[in-house]
C-alpha cells in the first residue's frame, strides 16, 4: 500500500516570502502521479499543481513549483511571492498510473500541512 | 460548468438518524468518488462510480452506509443509524475517464466543497 508524510503540521511565513512545503511517500510502483491540492477555509480543495513520475524535469504553475526526486521518494512544493491568499491547508497526494480498464484512480493523501501567510 | 456541488454543506444530527448527503458532479465528468475527511487529517477514499456503475468500495464503507448514482449524473450517499464516530468532513469529486489522454490515466479529481455531518 502507498502512504504519504508530510511532516510539518503548521508552517508560518511574511507575505512575499518563500516557502517550501516538505512530503515524502512510499510505493512500489514505477509509474504515478504526485499531486499538490490546496483546501482553504470552509471551502473546497483546489488542485495547485501535478507531476508525472515518468518525467524528470519538475512541473511549474505560475508562483508554485515541485522538487520532485523519485529515488528519495520526495516531492516538495515551493511557493515564491506568497501571497494571502495562499493560506489554506496543504495535501500531497499519491495516485498509481491505472489504464481506464483497471478500475479507481484513487488518491492517497497525506495529513496536510496547515500554511498561514501574514501580511 | 459550475463545479462539482455538495447539499447539505452541513448537517448537525442525533446518533441512530439517517442522513443523505447529495453530489451534482460536473456535467460531463463520468467518474465520481466520495472521500471522508477526518479533523486534522487528510481525506480517505470510500466509494468511486464510473458512469452508474459502482465499481469500488473502501473498507472503510461499513454496511450502514450506501451509494447511489441512479443515472449516471447525481450520487447520494446515505448514512444509516448514524454514529459520533461518522462525524467527519464527506468530500465529493469528479472526474473526466478520456481515452484520448496522454497518458491515459492522468485523470484530474474536481472536488467539491464538501459536507460536514456533527452527529451528536
Known amino acids: 500500500a502507498q502512504t504519504v508524510t508530510q511532516s510539518q503540521p503548521e508552517m508560518s511565513v511574511q507575505e512575499a516570502e518563500t516557502v517550501t512545503l516538505s512530503c515524502t511517500y512510499d510505493?512500489?510502483?514505477?509509474?504515478?502521479?504526485l499531486f499538490w491540492y490546496k483546501q482553504p477555509p470552509s471551502r473546497q480543495m483546489i488542485l495547485v499543481i501535478r507531476?508525472?513520475?515518468?518525467?524528470?524535469q519538475n512541473a511549474t504553475e505560475n508562483r508554485f513549483s515541485v522538487n520532485f526526486q523519485k529515488a528519495a521518494k520526495s516531492f516538495s512544493l515551493k511557493i515564491s511571492d506568497s501571497q494571502l491568499g495562499d493560506t489554506a491547508m496543504y495535501f500531497c497526494?499519491?495516485?498509481?498510473?491505472?489504464?481506464?480498464?483497471?478500475?479507481?484512480?484513487?488518491?492517497?493523501f497525506g495529513q496536510g500541512t496547515r500554511l498561514t501567510i501574514n501580511p | 460548468d459550475t463545479g462539482v456541488s455538495q447539499n447539505p454543506r452541513h448537517k448537525i444530527t442525533k446518533r441512530g438518524q439517517n442522513v443523505t448527503f447529495r453530489c451534482d458532479p460536473i456535467?460531463?465528468?463520468?467518474?465520481l468518488y466520495w472521500y471522508r475527511q477526518t479533523l486534522g487529517q487528510g481525506p480517505e477514499f470510500l466509494t468511486y462510480?464510473?458512469?452508474?456503475?459502482?465499481?469500488?468500495k473502501s473498507r472503510l464503507l461499513s454496511d450502514r452506509f450506501s451509494a447511489e448514482r441512479p443515472k449516471g449524473s447525481f450520487s447520494t450517499l446515505e448514512i444509516q443509524r448514524t454514529e459520533q464516530g461518522d462525524s467527519a468532513m464527506y468530500l465529493c469529486?469528479?472526474?473526466?475517464?478520456?481515452?484520448?489522454?496522454?497518458?491515459?490515466?492522468?485523470?484530474?479529481?474536481?472536488f467539491g466543497a464538501g459536507s460536514r455531518l456533527t452527529v451528536l
Open positions: 462510480f464510473q458512469n452508474e456503475a459502482q465499481l469500488e
Open positions: 510505493t512500489s510502483e514505477n509509474n504515478y502521479y
Open positions: 507531476q508525472e513520475a515518468y518525467k524528470q
Open positions: 497526494a499519491f495516485m498509481k498510473h491505472r489504464s481506464a480498464v483497471q478500475g479507481a484512480q484513487k488518491l492517497v
Open positions: 456535467s460531463e465528468h463520468n467518474r
Open positions: 469529486a469528479s472526474s473526466l475517464l478520456s481515452y484520448r489522454d496522454r497518458p491515459p490515466g492522468a485523470n484530474v479529481l474536481t
